[in-house]
């Protein structure tokens, strides 16, 4: 069992940057692929950006160019940084990690871009 907690969210002016992190408990973390999505008020969950264990990256092209996502197996972590950020970015943010069949969630964090 992972247990995965996301930290970092909170309310940035647009234009601004965030980033958030991802703990993961366990071991072989290098093992797992990660994924950040988001789900904004009254829409569905959507992907943000991936990144696999062998270091392969995808991103949202809504996210294409501003946000990195990153990891640091050492410390079981991941991240995601968010740059230029707009209000369209408001959502709360969820940490995915996964192999094979198991997969698990965290909790989520919240970030709002707003003046």
């Known amino acids: 069992q992972v247990q995965v907690v996301e930290s970092g969210g909170g309310l940035v002016q647009p234009g601004g940057s965030l980033r958030l992190s991802c703990a993961a408990s366990?071991?072989?973390?290098?093992?797992?692929?990660m994924a950040w999505y988001r789900q904004a008020p009254g829409k569905q969950r959507e992907f943000v950006a991936r990144l696999t264990s062998g270091g392969t990256t995808t991103y949202a092209d809504s996210v294409q160019g501003r946000f990195t996502i990153s990891r640091d197996n050492a410390e079981n972590m991941g991240y995601l940084q968010m740059n230029s950020l707009k209000p369209e970015d408001t959502a709360v943010y969820y940490c995915?990690?996964?192999?094979?069949?198991?997969?698990?969630w965290g909790q989520g964090t919240q970030v709002t871009v707003s003046s």
């Open positions: 995915n990690v996964w192999v094979g069949l198991q997969n698990y």
């Open positions: 366990g071991s072989a973390f290098s093992a797992y692929h």
